[in-house]
């Protein structure tokens, strides 16, 4: 251990301990922009530089490692002396726009701002110019907002190992963009939006969908409905300061209904359909000796990279739509035809923890009959500010119940919010399927966590599968690569692109502590927990549909109307 002194108190530190995590060792909090936790310390920003005796410069106290006998001030005049001037330049090239700002009271440059409380402007002087780029149908890229922290690059470079953006030019020309600044429509970008959840501005944004949703349930011509993620229902309560994965789904219902949403339902219904589509198809493929292994196809950033990077493993994609487009195909062909509306006339709304599905939900290999299965998709931070908008306050709000028969829903289909979840939804009824049993134990721990890579060997009855759960996009090419060598038979893979699963999916709340994202997955398996019926195939709601409307899992209607194709994006972009 290492004896050093930080604003007169005596602190202990490992070695190879940073200055930055010494401090916190102790509850001395020091501000950042740049740093991001375990990820190797650039420094770049400078508003964490501490003053350290014997030395004449300030220090970055991110990557600077503590010594023996150190004594640092983290509060000095001329430590806040400097970070307010960073400050001071930062805000002075950035658009004065606050109070129109999406991030407007949830912005770390405004809390910097306040905290060494700029009241003027000292420096006046040529700013950035740049356009939005407001290509893509989820996702807007605002360079004049940039502050050149780095993180989003990181993000994309080092985590989700995307590489779409990076930095261009040097000096006052330093810029984040696309290759070639082209737009991220044309990019390697796959949309999953965890740059959003790192950005400290609004220089990375969803593409707003409220305006179009407002315009539709004011027209009396439409019917609108909603669905609402099982992700979305665990982490919308930490805008309104509700405890870390509060379960507020009754609340949810009741707000959407106030809203103006004629029904309400739950995706849960079609993470349940999906399960009985997904686990036939792999039993299909197994029995028939058909392409193996069989990917997940829930998560659309996973859909796009594998189109966009291995086009030659399309066919190893599950054809099923995933959830949310599922329940919008439903909804426009069985629901629609019970209640005699016009599909035309159906208007449904997905409120989803994600931004990519915005880009799914545009994607004419999913429309059936011409129609768009979903017509719009909501985050959960658009939700929120649709709320606010309205003068709905949601800590007042009572419970209320999806609407049926698409509300019903199983603790299966809860544990689709996170990474593990739709392999272990898929296992539980693959065991009956190919068993004739019920599961006794229905917990697979070994497919649970936040690992980057998840394997198991399960038995099924004299079966033996090999299955695999990518968690982040970023472990995906390790994967692929052992698939390729042949190292391993794998059966079944999911893949999440978001690391933890949907639960932590550029849609939803923005943060910066990662214990946050593990509270949200222990509530979405206390959900499953409580529920009395955990396994897709006892969903009554599910086994009607099947005998009224798609005779049986993977028949040729159900694949008219709940699967779909994939295409080879680099053919598109040339």
């Known amino acids: 251990m290492i004896e050093l002194t930080i604003n007169n108190i005596k602190v202990q530190a490992e070695e190879n301990m940073t200055i930055l995590d010494a401090a916190k060792s102790v509850g001395i909090h020091i501000p950042t922009l740049c740093h991001m936790k375990d990820l190797f310390p650039t ?9 350290v005796d014997g030395m004449k410069g300030l220090i970055p106290s991110c990557s600077y490692p503590v010594a023996e006998g150190m004594e640092i001030k983290t509060n000095s005049t001329r430590v806040k002396n400097a970070r307010k001037t960073i400050v001071e330049l930062l805000v002075e090239n950035h658009p004065q726009d606050c109070l129109i700002c999406v991030r407007n009271g949830n912005c770390e440059l405004q809390n910097l701002a306040k905290k060494y409380s700029l009241r003027e402007h ?28 780095g993180r989003c690059v990181r993000t994309c470079n080092e985590i989700q190992k995307v590489g779409a953006i990076d930095f261009t030019n040097r000096g006052f020309r330093t810029n984040v963009t696309t290759p070639y600044n082209k737009g991220l429509n044309v990019s390697d970008c ?12 609004a220089a990375l944004r969803e593409r707003s969908s409220t305006k179009e949703v407002m315009n539709a349930i004011s027209n009396k011509n439409k019917f609108v409905v909603a669905q609402i993620a099982p992700a979305v229902r665990a982490t919308i309560g930490e805008e309104y300061n509700l405890p870390l994965g509060s379960n507020v789904t009754g609340q949810l219902v009741t707000g959407l209904r106030r809203l103006g949403f004629k029904r309400v339902f739950d995706t849960n219904f079609s993470a349940d359909l999906t399960i009985m589509e997904e ?42 739509k995933s959830p949310h487009e599922m329940e919008g195909a439903v909804l426009k062909s069985y629901y629609a035809k019970k209640m005699g509306i016009d599909p035309k006339d159906m208007y449904v709304v997905s409120i989803m923890p994600c931004t990519v599905k915005k880009f799914e939900s545009a994607r004419p290999e999913l ?54 979840g739709v392999m272990e939804a898929a ?38 599968l090999n ?23 794998y059966h079944f893979i999911e893949v999440m692109a978001c690391p933890g699963g949907c639960i932590n999916g550029g849609g939803q709340p ?52 709940l699967h779909t194709s994939y295409t080879d994006r680099r053919k598109l972009i040339k």
């Open 43 to 51: 420094g770049a920003c400078r508003i964490c530089v501490v003053e």
């Open 122 to 149: 000292r420096y006046i002087g040529e700013k950035k110019n740049h356009a939005i780029d407001i290509s893509s149908s989820s996702m807007e890229r605002d360079p004049a907002k940039c502050i050149l922290c």
């Open 190 to 201: 796959i949309l999953c939006g965890q740059c959003i959840l790192v950005c400290p501005t």
């Open 279 to 320: 686990a036939s198809e792999l039993a299909d493929r197994i029995i028939n000796k058909k392409v193996l292994p069989m990917f997940t196809s829930c998560c659309p950033g996973w859909v796009k990279y594998l189109e966009h990077n291995h086009p030659e493993m399309i066919d190893n994609l599950s054809t099923c």
């Open 367 to 420: 429309n059936y009959n011409k129609i768009q299965d979903v017509d719009a998709v909501l985050t959960t931070r658009e939700l929120v500010r649709l709320f606010n908008m309205m003068g709905i306050d949601f800590d007042d709000l009572p419970e209320d119940e999806f609407d049926n028969p698409l509300g019903e829903s199983s603790g299966a289909a809860v544990i689709f919010g996170t990474s593990g």
């Open 427 to 464: 296992l539980r009824t693959a065991y009956f399927n190919i068993t004739g049993k019920e599961l006794e134990k229905l917990e697979f721990y070994d497919i649970r966590g936040l690992e980057g890579i998840k394997k198991s060997i399960i038995h099924i009855g004299e079966m033996e």
């Open 467 to 489: 299955v695999a759960v990518v968690n982040g996009i970023g472990n995906v090419e390790q994967m692929i690569s052992e698939i390729k060598e042949g190292k391993i038979k």
């Open 510 to 561: 923005i943060h910066q502590k990662p214990e946050k994202v593990k509270k949200r997955i222990q509530a979405l398996y206390e959900i499953d927990q409580k529920m009395s019926n955990r396994k897709s195939y006892n969903n009554v709601s599910i086994q009607n549909i099947y005998k009224e409307f798609l005779i049986e899992p993977n028949s040729h209607i159900a694949h008219n109307i």
